[in-house]
């Protein structure tokens, strides 16, 4: 919690504020220095009246927040996509050995990811059913999911059974009902059963692939969201495809021409990978 202080030190002095000025008629000077230094809490009726004098909203000193206390998590990330997509094993394993030393339960989650991503670069080490379990206990432990739950599940779906990820895929949508109130995290749950319709039509799980398509279909998105529409309609045509619709590929193919009058090369490669396959 002294981040907190850190966090609100950094918003007044970004407005020119003093002291005095954000403590308003409540609160002294002094304790609001405390409270930067993080020698003291504030109540939180105190820490609202604080905020209202700063002129800022509780929504974007927790995104402040959060930014701040995930800048490790970033890197983390960061490391394992670099190493993943080098398909730099030795790199993903030295990672495993550090997270091991920890031992907590995040470190162990964690691990999970890193294990995922050694599976996706050599299929031969697969992840452990006692990992799987860990992961799903956790997950359906959660009751409202956030950025952490959806980064985990994002980067371990590739591991679970069909029938596993149809369920925390269900536990996703029910449990981010008030991360979804912002537009910006409604996009990320979006994209993530985006991907998870993916995952089921490479594993020719059509009736998973429906269901997930009928949620989205009561979902609204933005038309300036292009690139996650293109990739809903690609969902949609390949699953037309795959259910014995043969005018689907024609469809595939102008999805592609569009990709490239935009620029999107590595999408439309991808896409062209698929149509060569079917």
């Known amino acids: 919690m002294n981040d907190f202080g850190k966090i609100f030190k950094q918003f007044r002095e970004s407005k020119g504020m003093s002291l005095r000025e954000v403590a308003g008629d409540k609160l002294s000077a002094s304790q609001i220095s405390r409270f930067e230094r993080g020698q003291t809490s504030l109540n939180v009726e105190s820490f ?15 995104l402040r927040y959060r930014n701040y206390i995930q800048d490790d998590n970033i890197v983390f990330n960061s490391k394992i996509s670099e190493a993943y997509l080098s398909g730099n094993i030795s790199k993903l394993m030295s990672m495993l050995d550090k997270l091991s030393e920890e031992n ?90 985006l991907n998870i319709i993916s995952t089921f039509l490479d ?5 998973y692939a429906l269901k997930f398509l009928n949620y989205l279909d ?32 024609f469809e595939l193919k102008k999805l592609v021409s569009a990709l490239e ?11 062209n990978d698929e149509i060569s396959k079917l």
């Open 48 to 62: 609202y009246n604080c905020l209202n004098n700063l002129n800022i909203s509780l929504g974007e000193f927790e």
């Open 104 to 193: 907590t339960s995040v470190s162990y989650l964690n691990s999970i990811v890193v294990k995922t991503a050694i599976s996706m670069c050599d299929p031969s080490r697969r992840v452990s059913q006692k990992d799987i379990n860990f992961l799903s206990d956790y997950l359906f432990s959660i009751e409202e999911w956030g950025n952490y739950e959806l980064w985990l599940f994002g980067n371990t779906s590739f591991t679970l059974s069909p029938q596993l990820l149809n369920l925390l895929g269900s536990e996703m949508i029910n449990k981010t009902h008030f991360y979804k109130s912002s537009e910006e995290n409604k996009k990320k749950v979006y994209m993530m059963t």
């Open 203 to 207: 594993k020719n799980e059509l009736t």
């Open 218 to 249: 009561t979902i609204s998105i933005s038309e300036t969201e292009t690139y996650i529409k293109m990739f809903h309609k690609y969902v949609k045509l390949l699953y037309s495809y795959k259910i014995g619709d043969s005018e689907a590929i």
């Open 261 to 271: 009058v935009l620029e999107c090369y590595g999408s439309a490669k991808k896409i």
